[in-house]
């Protein structure tokens, strides 16, 4: 039904930036970037929904940014200042939101559909 496809990712300094892309087949109410450390459970990092209303983790608020171009059917992570606490496997996902209140929430939906993933590793 809903396909994801990632690019982006690669080796970054720390205080660098990098952009993550990711390209949906289909479409859903909400995307969501994620990732996952080796040895660490995997983190949300940010949601976004169709009308590009974001909701961030507080470990990436201020220097991670998403953003979202229905145009091209996209959804980007732009990381700025990044830290070596960041380097983790990233994944883009989608969901269809769930229902909270009568308003559809992207962070309390299940994210159901998952890009391949890229790595992002940090030097200092």
């Known amino acids: 039904q809903v396909q994801l496809r990632q690019s982006g990712g690669g080796s970054v300094q720390s205080g660098g930036s990098l952009r993550l892309s990711c390209v949906q087949s289909g479409y859903t109410y909400c995307l969501g970037w994620f990732r996952q450390a080796p040895g660490k459970e995997r983190e949300k990092i940010a949601t976004?929904?169709?009308?590009?209303?974001?909701i961030y983790a507080d470990v990436v608020k201020g220097r991670f940014t998403v953003s979202r171009d229905r145009g091209k059917n996209s959804v980007y992570l732009q990381m700025n200042s990044i830290k070596a606490e960041d380097a983790a496997m990233y994944y883009c996902?989608?969901?269809?939101?769930?229902?909270?209140?009568?308003?559809?929430?992207?962070?309390?939906?299940?994210?159901?559909?998952w890009g391949q993933g890229t790595q992002v590793t940090v030097s200092s």
């Open positions: 976004i929904d169709a009308d590009g209303v974001a």
């Open positions: 996902a989608a969901s269809r939101g769930k229902l909270v209140g009568g308003t559809l929430s992207c962070e309390s939906g299940d994210y159901n559909y």
